[in-house]
């Protein structure tokens, strides 16, 4: 059945068949309704009413979700974001792509977003998961916790958000091996963070999947999905012709006059051609048809209407429903006869679901639309909402996380055990992997809480949550507010630390900095971890230092206050404090005291990450690499995908200039796909950088050019100059690789230049070698010596190994052709050891250096010494230089055999090794954070483009290595 067919159909439950069986493996069901054999209901009693199986105008819509169907059943999945107006027929679309997705043997899941359900975490992911969590025994162990805790089934250490996205990703796609899969999520405005969040995930890892998702959000709303950079269908309202149409089939009984008054008043919205007619049966609602009120205020008053001609009892019924978040039948009649004191029935429902304004399933009751719940919230005098929220707490008295919030929602003015009772659900909520909700918790609690009770303490904790997520923006408003609440000693001084830390000034004013650090000293005298608070609040600082230019004296006191906060011999956030506030004055020590410390002492992978970053800042890019690789496993164990994308990203440039490049190219791949997911764009473009610079070095030029010209233009549009001197280097490497030197020159010059937008003074040392060597080519003696100068001071006061070894590089270059050679020589035996790529490099100086002296026999070993490491580096456009220089000098060189590493994606290959180690697909997913159909899809793409046939012919010796 195609999906234009099925969509002429009247939209119907789905059936046990549809889903499988119920649940059985005892997760909570308060965490959200199951929607097991349930369509989210649609606009109208039918796609566009009931009796009506047509979706009039809109074909081209209908086209678009066959063909996404089609695509995911065939195992080339992916998702829609369907966006528009209240009534503008979202949910009939969702319906129709169900019923084609079903009629083809496919299954569903579904979920819709309750707006009062959205501060309880991860309940619209239970709602979507609930049918099949009996399968949850056949995820890995860890995905298998990670989900448990995040359903509050177990206590623990929290799941990380995406270890739980990868176990619902896994838990769906072993769905799919059975059939394929449409998951629908209606109101998707309304799912709470962390679900949303996980959602994105999932969207964003179907390409190889029998999967497809379908969302649609009302317009005018923020959600996390927002942002997900998924394909969205926005829906505009019907044209003339359809509206007049779908009124037609619906109202066929309406006199000219009162006809167009509703096509007038509708302007095309289906939901209001369908209900506007029903509201002219009386004088009352008949003025909710003035031209002044926006359709959806009229909308609600058509529908409150049929809500007037009710009974007590079962008006009743519909106010608990409404303040109601989970839709069960027994928890509405218990709170009903709570609130009115009379018992109510399930034909108590009858009425309601008569007048068309309910659907009852005989366990869950739902309104037909959310503008119906809405108009029958706001209806209800104050008073009244406040008393349906108290009957429901008392109700949900064994629901910790929902009474809290119903408590809340029926306080009228301060109420400090209803704080108490949000501050216990926000520690719940952090427990399950969701700081976003229990900040929100927190911040509806200090609401609650006088001034001077709580209210002060618990917006410093949720600023602190605030600061650890990087919402600077509400840490620094929680802050704010705190202050003017009581405080104990301990929380003032708090306060006062993290406002200073974030504040940017600070970055730049050494008064700031002073304060800073009178704040961090009393702090260690209060408090027991006072220590590790300051330095983790002056860990942005530094950073701030590093990417901007304030004064010594500023770099001077940021150093000084890490070092009295110190808590051991080679702390590792001291260093790392030091190196990013003053690379230049602290490099040499930092280096000299990390020769103290390894990855193994170091318990936390954030902390190896914030070193090996740090490392990088001062150019000691050799001692990086441990703790860089240190991190990423650690941070990838523990599921911490944020922080993953920018340990990878800091992985990747270190890689480069170690001469790692196929290991920077999978870490860079990596890095770009996780930044994104999780929302740190910046940190996506840095890895797009370090991609575009190894597709230089491959002589892909083309895809070079196209990435850095995009990538640059996005950090200018979003204002990260502070970036723009990665971009230069990529430039810069992109115009060498191209023997066209005086471009390189000029880009690399400019991050040199303190007048120049790209200027950065500890970037711009990335590139020096190859701006001497530019110099050098394009007649610019002076420059070169001058830079060479700048380069040896340096070198020298930092004692990094990088710079030294950029030094041993650059001197022959500059120097005298008769006094040239000794220096060669000394490089290639000293400083150029540990740096594959720039030994290589200076291999080909050298040995075009001998033939244009005329000593051809002894350029060639040097020539073909370097062809070969720029062969074995994968660098494609240097080696393509030295076989020139090999047939000038008179050897024979036959063009390069096609490396079988090459043809496979930097995912590939990291996925080919993974398989070749002895992992299994669900191993490899799990490292990897994709699915094991994923995995086994590009299993199915490498093999022929290694040769094989089968995972047992992979050979790890046979799939390099850096």
Not at 383 to 405: F, N, P, V, Y
Not at 730 to 741: D, E, I, S
Request: aromatic residues 6%; charged residues 25%; negative net charge.
């Amino acid at each position: 059945m195609s999906l234009l067919d099925a969509s002429r159909l009247p939209a119907r439950p789905m059936t046990a068949a549809d889903t499988g069986p119920p649940s059985v493996t005892g997760f909570p069901a308060h965490l959200g309704r199951s929607v097991l054999d349930e369509v989210p209901r649609s606009h109208g009693p039918g796609p566009q009413g009931r009796g009506s199986g047509t979706l009039y105008g809109r074909d081209a819509e209908l086209r678009l979700l066959a063909d996404l169907t089609s695509r995911g059943l065939a195992g080339a999945g992916g998702a829609l974001l369907l966006r528009g107006e209240a009534g503008i027929g979202k949910t009939a679309l969702l319906g129709a792509a169900r019923d084609a997705a079903v009629g083809r043997g496919g299954r569903a899941l579904s979920a819709v977003g309750v707006q009062s359900e959205a501060s309880i975490p991860f309940a619209g992911l239970h709602q979507l998961l609930r049918p099949i969590l009996d399968r949850a025994p056949a995820l890995i162990p860890r995905q298998r916790q990670a989900l448990s805790a995040a359903f509050g089934m177990i206590e623990g250490v929290a799941p990380e958000t995406f270890s739980v996205g990868l176990a619902s990703l896994e838990l769906i796609s072993g769905l799919a091996d059975d059939s394929p899969v449409i998951l629908v999520i209606d109101d998707a405005q309304w799912v709470d963070r962390p679900s949303s969040e996980i959602l994105a995930f999932i969207a964003n890892r179907l390409d190889a999947e029998r999967i497809v998702m379908v969302l649609a959000v009302r317009e005018g709303h923020d959600t996390v999905l927002n942002d997900a950079g998924l394909p969205e269908l926005p829906l505009t309202r019907l044209d003339d012709d359809a509206a007049a149409a779908l009124l037609t089939a619906r109202a066929p009984e309406l006199g000219g006059a009162v006809r167009d008054r509703v096509l007038t008043e509708a302007a095309g919205n289906p939901l209001a051609l369908i209900e506007l007619p029903a509201a002219l049966s009386g004088d009352r609602v008949r003025q909710s048809l003035t031209p002044w009120l926006p359709t959806t205020r009229r909308l609600e008053r058509a529908f409150l209407s049929r809500v007037s001609e009710l009974p007590d009892p079962t008006r009743t019924i519909l106010l608990i429903t409404a303040a109601d978040d989970e839709g069960d039948l027994t928890e509405i009649l218990r709170a009903a006869e709570l609130l009115d004191g009379m018992t109510s029935s399930v034909g108590t429902l009858e009425p309601a679901v008569n007048a068309g304004l309910i659907d009852f399933d005989g366990r869950d009751v739902r309104f037909r639309h959310p503008l119906i719940r809405s108009a029958v919230y706001q209806a209800a005098g104050p008073s009244r909402r406040l008393a349906a929220h108290a009957a429901l707490a008392t109700t949900l008295k064994d629901h910790q996380e929902r009474r809290a919030w119903h408590r809340a929602a029926a306080s009228p003015g301060p109420d400090d055990d209803a704080a108490l009772d949000l501050e216990a659900a926000a520690l719940k909520a952090l427990d399950r992997g969701a700081p976003r909700a229990a900040a929100e918790a927190l911040r509806r609690a200090a609401l609650l809480s006088a001034p001077d009770r709580n209210r002060g303490r618990l917006l410093l904790r949720a600023a602190e949550i605030d600061f650890e997520l990087g919402d600077a923006v509400a840490a620094r408003r929680h802050l704010a507010e705190a202050r003017f609440s009581k405080l104990e000693e301990g929380e003032r001084l708090r306060v006062a630390l993290w406002t200073e830390a974030l504040n940017e000034e600070s970055w730049y004013s050494p008064e700031r900095v002073r304060a800073f650090a009178d704040v961090t000293d009393r702090l260690v005298g209060a408090e027991s971890d006072g220590a590790a608070l300051a330095l983790r609040a002056l860990w942005p600082l530094s950073i701030g230092c590093w990417y901007g230019d304030p004064a010594q004296e500023t770099r001077d006191l940021v150093v000084r206050t890490a070092r009295r906060l110190q808590r051991s011999d080679g702390d590792p956030m001291v260093l790392s404090i030091a190196a990013c506030a003053d690379p230049v004055e602290e490099a040499a020590w930092v280096i000299g005291r990390t020769s103290r410390v390894s990855p193994e002492s170091i318990d936390d992978p954030a902390e190896q990450h914030a070193l090996g970053a740090s490392l990088t800042a001062v150019w000691a890019f050799d001692l990086s690499w441990p703790f860089l690789c240190a991190s990423v496993d650690g941070l990838r164990r523990q599921g911490r995908l944020g922080l993953l994308g920018e340990a990878l990203a800091s992985q990747a440039w270190a890689a480069i200039h170690l001469g790692k490049h196929r290991l920077a190219a999978a870490a860079a791949d990596e890095a770009g796909r996780l930044a994104r997911d999780t929302g740190r764009p910046r940190w996506a473009l840095v890895a797009d950088l370090a991609t575009a610079t190894l597709a230089s070095e491959r002589g892909d030029h083309e895809a070079a050019g196209e990435l850095i010209r995009r990538t640059e233009a996005e950090l200018l549009s979003v204002g990260a100059q502070s970036i723009l001197g990665f971009a230069q280097f990529a430039r810069g490497r992109y115009a060498l690789v191209n023997n066209q030197h005086g471009d390189a020159f000029e880009q690399l010059a400019r991050v040199l230049d303190p007048s120049d937008i790209a200027y950065h003074p500890f970037v711009g040392y990335l590139g020096i070698a190859d701006l001497i060597e530019a110099a050098i080519l394009t007649g610019r003696r002076d420059e070169a010596e001058h830079h060479l100068t700048r380069l040896d001071a340096l070198a020298e006061k930092t004692a990094s190994p990088y710079l030294r070894a950029m030094a041993a590089y650059a001197h022959p270059l500059v120097a005298p052709d008769d006094t040239a050679e000794p220096l060669y020589q000394r490089a290639f035996r000293t400083r150029l050891k540990n740096w594959p790529f720039h030994r290589a490099r200076l291999l080909l100086a050298y040995g075009r250096w001998l033939r244009r002296r005329r000593r051809l026999v002894e350029s060639r070993a040097p020539l073909r010494a370097a062809m070969e490491s720029f062969d074995a580096l994968g660098i494609s456009a240097f080696g393509e230089d030295a076989r020139a220089e090999l047939r000038a000098a008179g050897e024979a060189v036959a063009r390069p055999a096609p490396d079988t590493l090459d043809r496979l994606t930097p995912q590939e290959l990291q996925i080919a090794r993974l398989a070749a180690s002895g992992l299994t697909n669900r191993e490899i997913g799990a490292r990897l954070f994709l699915s094991h159909r994923t995995v086994g899809f590009h299993l199915y793409r490498i093999f022929p483009k290694l040769g094989i046939t089968s995972r047992s012919q992979l050979c790890i010796s046979d799939l390099g290595g850096d």
